[in-house]
């Protein structure tokens, strides 16, 4: 059979892996970890650092078309594998992504509007930056997430002491925002430019990770969600942007939308595709990969998608204990995706649950029951 190729072993990879195995595929996992979850249902896994030289050319030779399942992906390694087989997202634009300063700008560029912000390179730049920045949030422009490499800075000073804190690395200053929600647009982009949007996902987070995304019938008929869908597919445009993507978004208090930034990769806010949508954002990944037709992006039914973080593996004595299964599993409409790793920690995703329904109110009550089977907390209104 035809081999596709992945670089990094998360749960993307591994849900990757299921989707194209699916569709007739043997799966190619690049990741330095033994033990990785990709790696363990991968066909192949090749045990190597993702700039690999020997490992990269065995991937590119293996594999019709490769692609990643991780943001700080070296985007030298795709620029290498370009040389042997179809790389989707391109080099390119993940290294774009990959630097806030220059996803702002592309962002920008595609006629969507960003918080206000500065470039920050050096003391200077902070000492010269508008001070209608302020009250605001300094992020390092590489490697962050989960909002880890961000500082809330209240003032001038703070963020003087932020830059140095981050040691003086590039970052960008954006100005607080006032924010009624945050949502985020899944969407695929083919080699023919045929973009495929999926539904807007609403998503809670706590402490800086998400928890909870909702997926409402009422939503979809929204203005804001039918213009966020077209902000997305303008970004994925002006990337020149092959593969699956995500853009998450904040809807301000006044209602305006502006674009946050760009995952290249399946999001975790579209595991629902899993269980709600004709086709889930891992099969719609392989899709572009194979360049066959992408898939109906439909929602047949709302759902909200509640994460499992490593939290629940201990009670309140700091004890192990494995969660309830059963007992979430007696809800219906209740699908469970684990990831295989093997040892729960405390802010570690461990899996996801999908939650469908016939109303937003339906499934809403069994999000609320699901959570309370796994002692998730879940009071969002
Ligand atoms: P992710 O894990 O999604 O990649 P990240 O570390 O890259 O996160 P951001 O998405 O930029 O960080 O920010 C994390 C969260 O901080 C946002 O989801 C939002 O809740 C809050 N936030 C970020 N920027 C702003 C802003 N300008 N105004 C208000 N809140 C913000
Ligand atoms: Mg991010
Ligand atoms: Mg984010």
Redesign the pocket.
């Known amino acids: 059979g035809s081999w596709l190729g992945m670089i990094g072993g998360g749960q993307l990879g591994r849900m990757f892996c299921h989707s194209a195995q699916s569709l007739g595929y043997k799966v190619a996992v690049l990741d330095p970890d033994t033990h990785s979850p990709a790696g363990a249902v991968a066909d192949l896994h090749i045990c190597a650092a993702y700039d690999d030289a020997q490992a990269l050319v065995q991937l590119g030779e293996l594999c019709q078309a490769v692609s990643t399942e991780f ?1 700080n992906v070296p985007a030298q390694s795709l620029l290498t594998l370009a040389q042997h087989t179809r790389v989707t997202p391109s080099g390119d634009a993940v290294g774009i992504v990959q630097d ?1 300063i220059r996803e702002k700008a592309f962002i920008s560029q595609a006629g969507v509007p960003v ?1 206000p ?1 500065a470039a920050i390179e050096s003391l200077d730049d902070l000492q010269a930056a508008d001070s209608a920045l302020f009250p ?2 300094l ?1 390092t422009a590489r490697f ?7 500082a809330r800075v209240a003032d001038r000073e703070q963020a003087l002491a932020a830059f140095k804190e981050f040691g003086s690395q590039a970052c960008v200053l ?6 009624k929600s ?1 949502i985020s647009v899944v969407l695929a982009r083919g080699l023919d430019d045929q973009v495929k949007t999926f539904p807007c996902a609403r ?1 809670e ?1 706590r402490d ?3 928890a909870v995304s909702t997926i409402s019938a009422q939503f979809q008929d929204d203005a804001l969600s039918e213009q966020a869908r077209q902000a997305a597919a303008a970004i994925a445009r002006t990337l020149d942007y092959v593969g699956v993507l995500c853009v ?1 978004f ?1 809807i301000l208090e006044d209602g305006r939308l ?1 674009a ?2 760009v ?1 290249p990769r399946p ?2 806010s579209g595991h629902y595709t899993m269980n709600a949508c004709v086709t889930s954002q891992f099969e719609q990944q392989a899709r572009v990969m194979a360049a066959l037709p992408l898939g109906d992006t439909r929602a047949l039914c709302p759902s909200m998608m509640l994460n499992i973080l490593g939290d629940i593996w201990f009670d309140e004595q700091g004890q192990m204990r494995e969660p309830d299964w059963a007992a979430l599993l007696a809800v219906p409409g209740v699908s469970l995706h684990l990831y295989g790793k093997a040892e729960a920690r405390v802010g570690r995703k461990m899996g996801h649950v999908n939650i469908v329904g016939e109303s937003d109110q339906q499934v809403r009550e069994r999000t609320a029951r699901a959570a309370a089977a796994l002692h998730i907390a879940f009071d969002y209104d």
Do not use: S, V
């Open positions: 943001e806030r918080a912000y605001g949030i992020k962050g997430y989960d909002g880890k490499g961000q954006e100005a607080l925002q006032p924010l945050e998503n987070h800086g990770i998400l998450e904040f502006l946050n930034e995952a999001h975790n």
